[in-house]
């Protein structure tokens, strides 16, 4: 259920913490499984995160459905996850969500037809002096327009 | 200007080992390695410099670390809070990507003082290029020898991570966060027992914000006393403010304690479009909403702000022009805290949403006449009623906004429309 490649990835982070800590890893765990698994998790890939880590099943479940980044429904092979709160807000983020939603033909928390992209609405991400931004996998957007948007989005593959 | 966190700010490679080094980076840290520096000498110095907690909640930091037990057995711990989330607020993710080395010598200067051995730095999930910046530092800093075990065959030892969150504001509050690098829900802890004295695994821990720990090489290399006349009484050094909001140049600013807000402002190019000031949250979403009155009339700096009725807490101002609606932004701002709240306490994970909701439908034009009487009355439910200061932050946006701009609530529920947006 979790590949080699996981794992060794998932050992790297174990080694941080002391002996016996090994579930100060799953956040980092289930991101990792989450990443090979179409970005999302399953009861299944939660209890096989657990069991590598040695923690109870309920304890990984806690966790992947306490924080944001983790995905349970289908999402798309990119997900923008775009700011709405108050710096963007004051910059039109509102607007340029809903040209967002229009360009793609699906609403925030859906998936386009061909899977390949979904938009999520989220708070604060700690650009504010760059507002509006949105975030696609480890990359801030920043300034944004749009036009901005529309080339950022014609270039995802 | 950029005197601190952001003094190489302008030099090619900022982030580099190299630039950190040729302005006198780590050279407190090797003059700690030949034993040239006892603790208390250190926890003088930042007592003298006046340094307070940048993080928000302004505790005096040399005070802070005196609390730990460095003489106690066993294993300690110190902790850098990168988890920055508060509406406004982004300048960890500059220091975290432009000086990350500062943040690493101050981590290693305060394991040094408090006989913590092994630091973590908690990153948020979302910072994926200052995450990458840091470790590259960490690297760096490894492989020049300045970090491990029996460093340069002293005595002293400091082994550095990273720990990456998933997303959740609440985690940088700072139980929450030990909560989470212990790989469980962020929620936070009951004090006491304090984090000096029972934190991270159970032991002997101390939580210090970014820029507080970023702060420390330059006030041991030019003295406390000099960070401490950068500033103003009580409120010594410099402080980085995140300006956003409708002014023409949003960025970052690292500027002496005390400058009049009306500077601070000109720094950041002015009201965007010629329009005029309405209203600043001085703090980050949590600090209370000022009127443009109010805030031009105050000096940033913790007593100025304190004396303008709002916080300085950590230094995010918002700024918002006439064309702001009000209703609008306390709505988007009862979202946040009705989306970030853990859970844990009644409070603030029922009265979070009875917030929102309430704003919801007054903006749905379906708000009635005792609404507002309503909110103020969840809010001072939630005041002082809760584990950790979420709740609190939750309450005070809404307390402020309809102290100040109350007309505006009043209209919107009578008219079923914005006083400014029509």
New interface residues.
């Given amino acids: 259920m979790i590949s080699d490649n996981a794992k060794k990835q998932i050992d790297t982070w174990i080694a941080?913490y002391?002996e016996g800590?090994q579930?100060?890893?799953?956040?980092?765990a289930?991101?990792i499984v989450q990443a090979e698994n179409e970005n999302q998790l399953s009861h299944d890939t939660i209890q096989a995160v657990a069991d590598y880590?040695n923690?109870p099943g309920i304890?990984a479940a806690?966790?992947a459905t306490?924080?944001?980044?983790?995905n349970h429904q289908p999402v798309g092979k990119h997900i923008i996850?775009f700011c709405?709160?108050?710096?963007c807000?004051?910059?039109g983020s509102d607007d340029l969500i809903a040209h967002l939603e229009t360009k793609l033909g699906v609403k925030t928390g859906e998936v386009t037809k061909d899977g390949l992209i979904s938009v999520k609405k989220?708070?604060?991400?700690?650009?504010?002096?760059?507002?509006p931004m949105f975030?696609i996998g480890?990359?801030?957007y920043e300034n944004l327009t749009t036009d901005k948007i529309d080339d950022i989005v014609d270039g995802l593959k | 200007m950029n005197e601190v966190c952001f003094k190489n700010l302008d030099k090619d490679q900022c982030w580099s080992l190299e630039t950190y080094e040729a302005s006198g980076g780590y050279s407190t840290w090797r003059k700690i390695l030949k034993g040239e520096y006892t603790p208390d000498e250190i926890i003088n110095e930042l007592k003298i410099s006046g340094l307070r907690g940048r993080g928000g909640a302004g505790f005096p930091t040399g005070l802070k670390w005196s609390f730990m037990p460095r003489n106690a057995e066993g294993?300690k711990y110190i902790v850098c809070n990168s988890d920055?989330?508060?509406?406004?607020?982004?300048k960890?993710?500059d220091i975290l990507r432009f000086n990350p080395h500062a943040v690493i010598e101050g981590m290693a200067i305060g394991g040094y003082v408090m006989d913590a051995t092994v630091g973590?730095n908690y990153i948020?999930?979302?910072?994926?290029?200052p995450f990458k910046r840091f470790e590259g530092a960490l690297k760096e800093a490894y492989a020049a020898g300045l970090l491990g075990k029996n460093i340069n065959g002293s005595e002293v030892s400091f082994d550095l991570?990273s720990?990456?969150?998933?997303?959740?504001?609440i985690c940088g509050e700072e139980t929450a966060l030990l909560e989470?690098?212990?790989?469980?829900?962020?929620q936070p802890r009951f004090k006491p027992p304090f984090p000096a004295n029972v934190g991270l695994?159970g032991k002997p821990t101390t939580i210090n914000n970014t820029e507080s720990f970023a702060s420390v090489p330059d006030i041991m290399q030019n003295g406390g006393q000099w960070f401490a006349d950068l500033g103003v009484e009580n409120s010594g050094g410099t402080k980085l403010f995140?300006?956003?909001?409708?002014v023409n140049n949003?960025?970052?600013f690292e500027v002496s304690m005390g400058m009049p807000f009306s500077e601070l402002l000109e720094l950041a190019g002015g009201m965007r479009n010629g329009a005029k000031l309405k209203a600043v949250?001085p703090g980050g979403?949590s600090t209370p909403v000022l009127t443009a009155e109010a805030a031009m009339a105050m000096t940033m700096d913790y007593d100025g702000i304190d004396k303008a009725g709002s916080m300085l807490g950590a230094g995010?101002v918002?700024i918002?022009d006439d064309s702001?609606c009000m209703v609008?932004?306390l709505t988007?701002?009862a979202?946040?805290y009705y989306?970030?709240s853990?859970g844990q306490c009644t409070p603030c994970r029922e009265g979070t949403g009875w917030l929102y909701r309430v704003l919801k439908r007054i903006m749905d034009g379906q708000g009635k006449a005792d609404d507002i009487d309503l909110l103020l009355g969840v809010q001072e439910k939630i005041m002082g009623n809760t584990i950790c200061a979420l709740g609190d932050a939750a309450a005070m946006p809404v307390e402020s906004f309809l102290r100040n701009f109350r007309e505006e609530f009043e209209y919107y529920i009578e008219h079923k429309k914005s006083m400014v947006k029509g």
Avoid: W
């Fill in positions: 941080k002391p800590r579930s100060s890893a799953v956040m980092e289930l991101k880590l923690m304890a806690e966790v306490f924080y944001e980044n983790y996850r709405h709160n108050i710096s807000m004051l910059n989220v708070e604060c991400l700690g650009a504010c002096v760059g507002a975030q480890d990359q801030y | 294993q920055e989330g508060e509406p406004g607020t982004c960890d993710r973590y948020r999930g979302e910072f994926m290029e991570y720990h990456l969150g998933a997303g959740a504001y989470s690098i212990e790989g469980k829900k962020g695994f995140s300006v956003s909001g409708h949003p960025a970052n949250i979403s995010s918002i918002m702001t609008e932004a988007r701002l979202h946040f989306d970030e853990c």
